[in-house]
C-alpha cells in the first residue's frame, strides 16, 4: 500500500508542469560545469576559466558565436606571407581596472610572459615559437617567429592569450591568478574556490554601450541534475553545460530556452594501430561500418549532435567533407572474415568515468558484438586516466586496444586538432595521438600548411591531410557533440561557443 | 581520573602517527598525476612538466613525508596543489557549513529518534510501534542520493518552497539536514526502543511502578533517564560521524563543507588537502570517543576507570 | 559398515518434549511475521533472479534503439533505459549481482573481523593493543573514502567493489566479538574446558565462538543492507562494478540523469529494489536479533 502511494507521489512529481515565478534584476548568475581553476588563462587548460576570465581580462582577437576572428583589443592584423612576422594595431584609449593605460608595452609584457619558458606557464607552448615581440610604436605590436607558423593569428585569438594589466603582473607576480586586472566590462570581486566567482560592472568600460548588466556570479556545480534544477527554480539564469538529455524538458517548462549550436570536439574511439588487429586496415574499416553512428547521436547524446564527415568539424578553419559515414554490418562481416577475424577477438576499451562516457563505452560494446568483437569495457576515474593515458603511458606497452576521447581545437584552426591527434608527434602521452597513427603524407601535408601564412596553400595541405586520415581509419569516428546550454527567456547576449567556451560580456534583459 | 584522561590523551598519540602514515601511503598509492590533471587532457606534454616543476612534485616520497610530519608538528598544514591557498583556510572555510549542517541534521534526528524510540518502547507490539520502526528501518533503508535527489525536484523545482542548493541562507539547511538526517533518526530510534526497554525491566522500575507512580512519569521520567546513557552515547558517535562531512549528501547539495573538499581534492590528487582532511576527521573522531568515555563516568560514577 | 546402512538408523522417533535450543528460536521467529514476510520476500527474490533467463521475455543486455526511455507497459513492467533494455529484467538480473556483493563482502568482513576479534578478545595484552589500534584507524578513517581510495588502486570492477565494501565491516565484527569474548572466557564452562586440558585453539572455536555467534549473526543480516547501499554509492561517484553489467546502483546513478527529463522509472524501479531488499534484511536482522536474544520475550 505504501508503496503505491510512493510511486503516486513519484509519479506526480515528475511528470507535473514546473511554474516559475519571474526574477528581475539586473544580475546574473550562471552555473557552470566544472570547478574553477585559476583566473590567469596564460597559465590553465581549463574551458571554465577562460569563460569566467574573459569578461575580465580581453584578447587581442576574439570569435564571434561561429568562431570567426574578431576584434576586441587590436582592430587591425596582418600576416607576412612567410609566416614569420605578424602586425596587430591596438585600440586606443583603453584603460584597464586599476587605472594603467592599454598600449603596445602592456601587450609585450603579457606577451614576454607567455613566451618565457621559465616561468612555466601552461600556455607557453602556444608561444614557443615567438623570437621577440617588437613595439614600434604605442599602438602597434609585431610578432617575429622562430620558424613559419601558418596558424599564428588564431593562436593570438586563442581564449588563453588574454592581456594583463602589467602594473598587476607586477605586483601580484604568479598570485596574479587570484586577482585578475583586466580592460574587459566586468571587474573582479571575489572568489571562493569551489563555491562562487563574482564579478561586478566596470563603469568605465571602453565600449560604453556596455555592460547591462551590475553583477555576474559564476557557481560551479558538477551535478548535472542540480545544475538544471537551478535554472529551473530561478536561481540562476544561465547554465553552461546543458546536458543533452534534459533539453526536452527544459524547453517544454516554458520559460526557458535551450540554445543548441554545433561543437567542434570531434568523440573518437582511437584503434591501438600498434597491436596486430588493428594494423589491418580491413579491420579498422570493418571497425566503423559496424558502429551505427546515427544510433550513436541518439543514445549518446539524445539526438544533440551530428555525425562526422572529416577528422575535423565543419566548424574548424580549413574543414573538407570526406563524404558520409556508412553502416553495413554485412560489409563490416564480409571484411574481418576476409582479414581472418571471422569469430572476432577480445579487446579492452578504456573510457571516462562520467555518464557520457559510460554511455559511450556500453554502446561501443554492444555495437562491436554484431562482428563478434568481445570488449571489455574500463571507465576510468579522471586521475586514475591521467597517470595511465597521460603520465606513464609506453606506446608499444599499451594496454588498452581502444581508447576513447574527444579533442576540441581551442584555436578554431586545423593545425591544432590534426597535428595533435593524427600527426605523428602527437603520440600520447605528448598530445593525444591516441591511435599510434603515423603516416608520412599527414605528417609532410601538416607541417607544410604550417610553412605558409598564405590561407589557399594551407586549404590545399589540409586537405590532402583530410584525405589520407579519412581513408586510413586510424580511429572510429563516432560524434560531434552540439554544445548545449539553456538561459531564461529575456535574458540575451549569454551564450555558448563551439569550442566548449561560453560568453556573457553582451548580458542584458529586455 | 584526571591521570586517566591524560593517559587516553597519551594513547592517541601513536594512534594518530599510525594515521598520518597510512594516509600519507595510502594517497601517494592512489593512481593519478596531479601536475596532468591541473593541465587538462588537452595539455601537452610540455605543459604538463612545467606544472610539475612548479609543484616541487618532483621530490621523493620520502622527503615528502617528512616535510609533511614537519609542518603538521609545527601547525602548518600547508598549501593546496590545485588552488594554491593555505589549506587551513580552505578548512576553516568548509568547517561551519558541515557544523551547522550536522547539528541540524543531529537536532531533528535526535528529538525524532527519541519519541519514536519510547513510544514504540512503551506501546511494544502495537500497531504504532511497528508502524515507528518500519518508518526507522526505511530511514537506513534508501540510498542517500536518491532520497536527496527526491526532495529537491519535489521541494525546489516543484513547489519552489526552498532553494535547490548552496548555503546562502539558514533555509538551504533544510532539505539536506533532512537528507543526512534520515539515517541517524532511523539508528536513534531504534537504539532508544532496545534501550527503554532493557531499563524498563530494571528493578527500580518494577518498584515506581509498585509505589503507584503513573506509567507516564515511570516511562518519562525514570526509564528514559536511565536509558540516556547510551543514548547519549550514540548520539556522540553519530555526531562524529556527521562532522566528517558526507560526501554524497554534499555532492547532491552543492554544500560548501567538509565532504566537497574532500571529493574535489581527492579528484585533483590534492594530497596536503587530503592528508590534512583526514588527519582531522581522525583526531575529531578519537577526541570525541574519548569525551564519551569520560562523559560516561560523569553520568554514572559506578563505571571504574581502570 | 557401508553408510547407507547407518543411516536411518541414527534417527530415532522419540516426542521433544523440551525445545532445542533450534525449536526455540523457530518458535520466536514465527511468532515475528514480519521477519518470515522479510526472508520469504528476499528468498522469492533469489529464486526469481535465477529463474530470470528461463521466465523472462528479454536479457538483461538485449539493447533495442528503436525503443529507448519507454514508459512501463504491459511488456516493459518498468519500461526500458536509454538503451532500449528491459528494465524489469535488468532489476531481476541485478538483484544476484546487489545480493552477491552484499554477501560475499560481508562474509569476508566477518570471516576476518571475528578471527581478529577473537584472538584479541581471548590473548589480550599486545595483540588485543594492535588489533584494536588497528580497528581505531579503520573507524577514524571515513569509510567511504576508504572504499575510494581502494577502488581507485585496485582499479574498478566486481572484485575490487567486493574488496572495499568487505573492508568498510571488518573493525565492527571485531569490536563485536572482542568485547563478548572478554566476557565469556570468564565464563565457568570456558573455565572447564580450560580445566580439562582444552587448547587455546579449541577453546576459542569450539567454546567461545558459538557464544558470540548470536551477535555475529544478527550484525551481519544488517550489514548485508548497508553493503549495498555502500556499493551504491561507490556507482553514484563512478567506482563501482563494470556499468553495463545490470546492478542496481549503476542503474540508480545512470538513471539520475533522466529524473528531471520525467523519465521517473529509470531511477524508481531500481530504487524501489534496493529500498525493499535492504528494508528486507533490516527488518529479517531485528526478528534474528529478538529471537535470539533471551531477555526479549514478549510472553
Not at chain 2, 595539455?43 to 614537519?70: G, H, M, S, W
Request: aromatic letters at 10%; one cysteine or more; charged letters at 20%.
Amino acid at each position: 500500500m505504501k508503496f503505491f502511494k510512493r510511486a503516486a507521489f513519484s509519479a506526480a512529481l515528475f511528470a507535473g508542469s514546473m511554474l516559475s515565478i519571474p526574477a528581475v534584476a539586473a544580475d546574473l548568475s550562471i552555473a557552470m560545469d566544472q570547478i574553477f581553476q585559476k583566473m590567469d588563462p596564460h597559465n590553465s587548460n581549463y574551458n571554465v576559466d577562460y569563460s569566467a576570465a574573459s569578461g575580465v581580462l580581453e584578447r587581442l582577437i576574439g570569435f564571434d558565436k561561429n568562431m570567426k576572428l574578431v576584434p576586441q583589443l587590436a582592430t587591425s592584423w596582418e600576416g607576412s606571407d612567410d609566416a614569420k612576422t605578424f602586425t596587430f594595431k591596438l585600440r586606443e584609449g583603453v584603460k584597464f581596472h586599476d587605472g594603467t593605460d592599454f598600449n603596445a608595452a602592456a601587450v609585450k609584457a603579457n606577451f614576454d610572459r607567455l613566451a618565457d619558458q621559465s616561468r612555466n606557464l601552461a600556455k607557453n607552448s602556444l608561444f614557443k615559437v615567438v623570437d621577440k615581440v617588437e613595439t614600434p610604436d604605442d599602438y602597434t605590436v609585431v610578432l617575429k617567429l622562430k620558424e613559419p607558423f601558418g596558424a599564428m593569428i588564431n593562436t593570438v585569438a586563442h581564449p588563453s592569450v588574454v592581456i594583463h594589466s602589467p602594473k598587476a603582473l607586477e605586483e601580484f607576480g604568479k598570485d596574479v591568478e587570484k586577482h585578475p586586472v583586466g580592460t574587459g566590462p566586468f571587474k573582479f570581486k571575489e572568489w571562493i574556490p569551489g563555491e562562487r566567482l563574482v564579478l561586478e560592472k566596470n563603469e568605465d568600460y571602453w565600449d560604453s554601450e556596455w555592460p547591462k548588466v551590475d553583477k555576474v556570479t559564476f557557481y560551479p556545480v558538477t551535478e548535472s541534475s542540480t545544475r538544471v534544477s537551478m535554472l529551473l527554480s530561478d536561481e540562476v539564469q544561465f547554465i553552461h553545460i546543458l546536458p543533452a538529455e534534459l533539453a526536452d524538458s527544459v524547453e517544454s517548462s516554458g520559460g526557458y530556452e535551450v540554445l543548441e549550436v554545433p561543437g567542434i570536439t570531434v568523440w573518437t574511439a582511437s584503434m591501438n594501430m600498434l597491436k596486430d588487429h588493428f594494423k589491418d586496415e580491413r579491420v579498422r574499416r570493418a571497425f566503423n561500418l559496424a558502429v551505427d553512428q546515427q544510433a550513436f547521436v541518439g543514445v549518446v547524446y539524445s539526438g544533440h549532435g551530428v555525425v562526422p564527415d572529416s577528422p575535423i568539424a565543419p566548424d574548424t578553419r580549413f574543414y573538407e567533407s570526406q563524404g558520409p559515414l556508412k553502416t553495413d554490418i554485412e560489409e563490416a562481416r564480409r571484411l574481418m572474415k576476409e582479414a581472418g577475424y571471422e569469430d572476432g577477438f577480445d579487446i579492452a576499451i578504456w573510457g571516462v568515468n562520467n555518464s557520457t562516457g559510460v554511455r559511450m563505452l556500453q554502446f561501443l560494446q554492444q555495437q562491436l558484438s554484431q562482428i563478434n568483437v568481445r570488449a571489455d569495457i574500463v571507465p576510468m576515474e579522471g586521475a586514475t586516466r591521467s597517470e595511465k593515458v597521460f603520465s606513464s603511458m609506453v606506446p608499444e606497452k599499451a594496454e588498452f586496444d581502444m581508447l576513447l576521447g574527444g579533442w576540441s581545437p581551442s584555436t578554431g584552426d586545423a593545425d591544432w586538432h590534426l597535428r595533435p591527434v593524427y600527426a605523428t608527434e602527437g603520440w600520447i602521452p605528448k598530445i593525444y595521438n591516441m591511435a599510434f597513427y603515423s603516416n608520412e603524407t599527414v605528417d609532410e601535408a601538416i607541417q607544410e600548411a604550417l610553412n605558409t601564412a598564405d590561407p589557399e596553400k594551407r586549404r590545399e595541405a589540409y586537405s590532402v591531410a583530410q584525405k589520407q586520415i579519412w581513408k586510413d581509419a586510424p580511429v572510429v569516428w563516432l560524434a560531434i557533440e552540439n554544445k548545449m546550454a539553456a538561459r531564461k527567456k529575456g535574458l540575451s547576449g549569454v551564450f555558448q561557443m563551439p569550442d566548449g567556451t561560453m560568453q556573457f560580456t553582451h548580458a542584458a534583459y529586455e | 581520573m584526571l591521570q586517566y584522561f591524560l593517559r587516553r590523551l597519551a594513547a592517541l598519540v601513536p594512534v594518530l602517527f599510525l594515521i598520518s602514515v597510512f594516509v600519507f601511503l595510502f594517497i601517494h598509492a592512489l593512481p593519478g598525476d596531479p601536475a596532468r590533471l591541473l593541465a587538462g587532457e588537452s595539455a601537452t606534454q610540455e605543459e604538463v612538466e612545467a606544472i610539475r616543476q612548479a609543484l616541487n612534485l618532483d621530490r621523493p616520497l620520502f622527503a615528502q613525508y617528512v616535510d609533511f610530519l614537519k609542518n603538521l608538528a609545527s601547525g602548518n598544514l600547508g598549501t593546496s596543489l590545485r588552488t594554491g591557498e593555505p589549506v587551513s583556510t580552505m578548512i576553516a572555510r568548509a568547517f561551519m557549513p558541515t557544523f551547522w549542517l550536522s547539528v541540524c541534521a543531529l537536532a531533528w534526528s535526535v528529538l525524532f529518534g527519541l519519541i519514536a524510540g519510547v513510544v514504540s518502547a512503551v506501546r511494544r507490539g502495537s500497531a504504532g510501534d511497528h508502524a515507528g520502526m518500519f518508518l526507522a528501518v526505511s530511514g537506513i533503508s534508501m540510498p542517500n542520493f536518491w532520497l536527496g535527489l527526491l526532495l529537491m525536484q519535489f521541494f525546489s523545482v516543484h513547489l519552489g518552497w526552498l532553494g535547490t542548493s548552496g548555503f546562502d541562507e539558514p533555509s538551504d539547511l533544510i532539505l539536506p539536514s533532512i537528507t543526512l538526517g534520515a539515517g541517524v533518526a532511523a539508528i536513534m530510534a531504534r537504539f532508544t526502543r532496545s534501550a527503554v526497554i532493557d531499563v524498563a525491566r530494571e528493578d527500580f522500575i518494577r518498584t515506581a511502578r509498585a509505589k503507584g507512580l503513573r506509567e507516564r512519569v515511570v516511562i518519562w521520567k525514570h526509564a528514559l533517564r536511565n536509558a540516556l546513557i547510551p543514548v547519549v552515547t550514540m548520539a556522540g558517535l553519530q555526531f562524529g560521524f556527521l562532522l566528517g562531512g558526507s560526501i554524497v549528501v554534499e555532492k547532491v547539495f552543492r554544500w560548501p563543507g567538509l565532504g566537497s573538499l574532500l571529493l574535489d581534492a581527492i579528484n585533483f590528487r590534492d594530497y596536503a588537502v587530503v592528508q590534512a582532511e583526514i588527519m582531522l576527521f581522525s583526531l575529531q573522531f578519537l577526541l570525541i570517543n574519548l569525551a564519551v568515555d569520560m562523559l560516561y563516568g560523569f553520568i554514572n560514577p559506578a563505571i571504574r576507570y581502570k | 559398515m557401508s553408510l547407507v546402512s547407518d543411516a536411518p538408523a541414527a534417527a530415532p522417533e522419540t516426542e521433544l518434549t523440551v525445545r532445542s535450543p533450534f525449536g526455540e528460536f523457530r518458535r520466536r521467529l514465527t511468532a515475528r511475521p514480519g521477519a518470515l514476510a522479510a526472508g520469504i520476500f528476499l528468498l522469492v527474490m533469489l529464486v526469481a533472479a535465477l529463474a530470470a533467463p528461463w521466465i523472462l521475455p528479454f536479457g538483461p543486455d538485449e539493447f533495442d534503439y528503436k525503443n529507448t526511455l519507454s514508459a512501463p507497459s504491459a511488456l516493459h513492467w518498468a519500461g526500458t533505459d536509454e538503451f532500449g533494455r528491459d528494465i524489469f529484467a535488468r532489476i531481476l538480473n541485478g538483484a544476484k549481482l546487489s545480493m552477491f556483493i552484499g554477501f560475499v563482502s560481508v562474509t569476508i568482513g566477518t570471516v576476518i573481523g571475528v578471527v581478529a576479534g577473537l584472538l584479541a578478545g581471548y590473548f589480550g595484552g599486545w595483540l588485543d593493543s594492535i588489533v584494536m589500534r588497528i580497528a581505531d584507524v579503520l573507524f577514524a578513517f571515513p569509510g567511504i573514502l576508504l572504499a575510494i581510495g581502494i577502488v581507485a588502486i585496485l582499479g574498478a570492477g566486481l572484485t575490487n567493489v567486493i574488496i572495499a565494501v568487505a573492508v568498510f565491516s571488518v573493525p565492527a565484527f571485531a569490536r563485536i566479538v572482542r568485547s563478548g569474548t572478554l566476557g565469556l572466557k570468564e565464563a565457568t564452562y570456558v573455565e572447564a574446558a580450560r580445566a580439562a586440558g582444552a587448547s587455546d585453539f579449541v577453546i576459542m572455536f569450539r567454546h567461545i565462538l558459538p557464544g558470540v555467534l548470536g551477535a555475529v549473526i544478527v550484525y551481519f543480516t544488517m550489514r548485508i543492507g548497508t553493503s549495498i547501499l555502500t556499493a551504491t554509492s561507490l556507482s553514484f561517484i563512478g567506482l563501482g562494478v563494470e556499468p553495463s553489467v545490470a546492478e542496481w546502483g549503476a542503474m540508480l546513478s545512470t538513471g539520475r540523469e533522466y529524473m528531471l527529463a520525467g523519465e521517473w522509472h529509470l531511477t524508481f524501479f531500481p530504487g524501489l529494489a534496493i529500498f525493499l531488499t535492504v528494508l528486507c534484511f533490516n527488518i529479517l536482522g531485528d526478528g534474528l536479533r529478538d529471537a535470539l536474544d533471551p531477555k526479549l520475550d514478549d510472553h
